[in-house]
């Protein structure tokens, strides 16, 4: 009898302890889903802020870029504003050099002068400023300014014949157009001509 209850006393607490096991797997199941769940939105969260991050980095790094470049253009710019000052000051420099030798000038001012013109241009050159060529080659509107024209045969239509004024370079680009004489052919009314020559022939 003893052994009977000893065995339905265990019977029920295997029973209590199955039950008890059972709610508690439960719980943990849904603690583990909420977990889950709650991870899940973390997760999401985190791949979200890393995205916004990698963006605000591709803005700032295309604004660095940006300023970046606008600081050069305008530095670039800055520097073309003061060495078309620098040749306008040689302009006038020459002008002064030409009246120095036409007026018969001491040769060592002379001499000073044209040191000081070598070291003028040596400047220019070294900030990357280089002439415009001119005479003699076909005329281009990207870099002279035609001013005036020749009439002329002997050599093709549309061909630098004169310069006015030097033109520069800076870097590849126009700094100070040159401005030139460009030749036209001389056109011949031909009809004129041969009545002209028909007259001759009969007198």
Known sequence: ????????????????????????????SEELKYVKGELSKVRESSHNNLNKLKYLMADFDNYRKQMEKQVASKVDSNKAELLLKFLGIRDDYLRALDIAKQSKSEGVVLQGLEAILKNLDSLLRSEGVMEIETIGTPFDPN?????????????????????????YMLNNKVLRPSLVEIS???????INDTETIEKETRN
């Not at 239509?157 to 033109?167: F, M, P, Q, S």
């Open 143 to 167: 870099i002279h300014d035609a001013i005036s024209f020749s009439y002329r045969d002997d050599v093709p239509e549309n061909t630098v014949t004169g310069e006015i004024r030097k033109g």
């Open 184 to 190: 036209k052919k001389i056109v011949k009314n031909i």
């Open 1 to 28: 009898m003893e052994d009977d209850r000893e065995t339905k006393e265990v019977e029920e607490s295997t029973d209590e302890y199955e039950v008890n096991k059972d709610e508690e797997i439960t719980m943990l």
